[in-house]
């Protein structure tokens, strides 16, 4: 006995039939895919276990939810069936809308939820394979797209002897040459989709084989719709690369200006203006159950543009007050302690000297502490802690601060007061130096040399004697 009743069918298609369905014991109304297990082809079969398998693997918000799966023996006992129960989706799909009722930030919304669904699904190691209109399902008042339909959906990395999955029409071109199908191939189906949406129709005509084969073998592009923004057209190129290693991958494509209004949420503000309402965030990952219509009317993607503007944004940061820089209220990222033994006595409070411990304080102690030449001294100087004082590090040395002789003289002896020392005597030094030649060379300039060339001088100076 089921715990459920069939209703209406709603959809179909090649690996199965979707009917309405509601609970016998709440009323909830839901959606359940079934194939005929005496009737139906061994293909459909699989393929719904392949998508019940998988389905219950995948979490996100923007794939239809899994809700169960069941076998049910119905007319009379003479047919069996097996069952998916899905989330139900009473928009239809988004192959169905009239192009003439939408605007390009109902495409953006669209693109944004397909994106989101991929990036989850990739993420949790699948590919979908079979990415078009049909498969978009939308919510009651077509405010949330989901993706649905992951009955030709692989594990990434699957075996390449598996044959090409997926509709023709939304292949990539290394699908269609059997090459590989992977994320990226997911993306190319992507950029077919939006084009779908935008004109209402896929984005190649169908002529067979030979559609085909320019889709896979020709350097062919879909033609891009002409009623799109340019940021949309840039959107579309970066999803239709032939070459499947330069597409980009779902994760940067939700960084793409064409759908930024809808992403600033899927990762934690770099800046304020990348700052939205934390009501959008909430709803927006909110559990299925718990959707309301009033919910889903606000919209798990709704945008506050007014509200969340830049010009807005910046507004609000306006002040008359000046700002405070003070340290009252800052939080430290990195201290570093200094270690007991380089002091054997710390009498004074870090609060009594103002001591500093950040990082680049401490380093210049250390610094100083290890410089070469310097080291003996301070070796000399520690003996000097044992009679009294305390060493303290104002952010350029360590300095031992004393009373000498009871007399009320203050002795400073520190790395900084001795490097400044050795600056002075190499400056005193290269003073007299500098006098020294310059007296050298003012006794060579002005002696007469002629009296001692012409021998006057040794004449005199014997004469003298």
């Not at 010009?311 to 008359?320: F, H, P, Y």
Request: with cysteine; glycine share 10%.
């Amino acid at each position: 006995m089921t715990s459920w009743v069939r209703g209406k069918c709603i959809g179909k298609g090649a690996f199965g039939v979707v009917n309405a369905a509601a609970s016998k014991a709440d009323g909830h109304v839901f959606a359940v895919k079934s194939v005929d297990r005496g009737a139906g082809l061994p293909h459909q079969l699989e393929a719904l276990e392949n998508e019940i398998r998988i389905l219950k693997r995948v979490a996100s918000p923007h794939v239809v939810a899994y809700l169960g799966d069941d076998v049910t023996c119905e007319q009379g006992g003479t047919a069996s069936f097996r069952n998916l129960h899905l989330e139900y989706m009473p928009g239809g799909t988004v192959a169905d809308l009239d192009p003439a009722d939408l605007d390009e930030g109902l495409v953006r919304r669209y693109a944004w939820c397909l994106v989101s669904a991929l990036r989850d699904v990739h993420a949790q190691g699948f590919v979908h394979c079979d990415v078009k209109g049909r498969n978009v399902l939308l919510s009651g008042n077509r405010a949330a797209a989901k993706l649905a339909d992951f009955g030709a959906a692989v594990e990434v990395g699957a075996s390449s002897e598996l044959l090409p999955r997926g509709s023709p029409m939304w292949m990539a071109p290394e699908v269609v040459r059997r090459e590989r199908q992977g994320p990226e191939s997911d993306v190319w189906s992507l950029g077919c989709t939006v084009i779908e949406i935008v004109n209402g129709k896929p984005a190649w005509e169908d002529h067979g084989v030979d559609t085909l084969s320019r889709i896979g073998y020709s350097n062919d592009l879909p033609e891009f719709p002409s009623k799109l923004s340019e940021l949309g057209k840039d959107f579309l190129e970066k999803c239709l690369r032939r070459e499947w290693s330069e597409r980009w991958s779902s994760d940067q494509l939700l960084q793409h200006p064409f759908l930024l209004p809808y992403t600033v949420v899927e990762w934690s503000p770099r800046c304020v203006l990348d700052w939205v309402d934390s009501e959008f965030a909430e709803s927006e990952y909110s559990e299925y159950s718990e959707y309301s219509d009033r919910e889903q009317e606000r919209g798990s993607l709704e945008f506050n543009r007014e509200e969340n503007s830049v010009k807005n944004r910046i507004s609000k940061l306006a002040t008359v007050s000046r700002v405070n820089w003070e340290t009252e209220g800052w939080v430290a990222v990195r201290e570093v302690e200094l270690k007991e033994e380089s002091c054997s006595s710390i009498t004074r409070s870090e609060t009594e000297y103002g001591v500093n411990w950040e990082f680049r304080n401490v380093g210049s102690c250390w610094e100083c502490w290890h410089c070469g030449g310097v080291s003996g001294e301070i070796e000399k100087l520690s003996e000097e802690c044992k009679r009294g004082g305390d060493w303290i590090c104002d952010g350029y040395g360590l300095e031992k601060v004393g009373w000498v002789g009871g007399g009320g003289i203050l002795s400073i002896y520190s790395c900084k007061t001795l490097m400044r020392c050795y600056l002075l005597l190499l400056m005193y030094l290269n003073i007299l130096c500098f006098w020294i030649i310059y007296g050298v060379y003012l006794f060579f300039t002005t002696w007469d040399w002629s009296e001692i060339g012409g021998g006057g001088w040794w004449d005199n100076k014997l004469g003298g004697l």
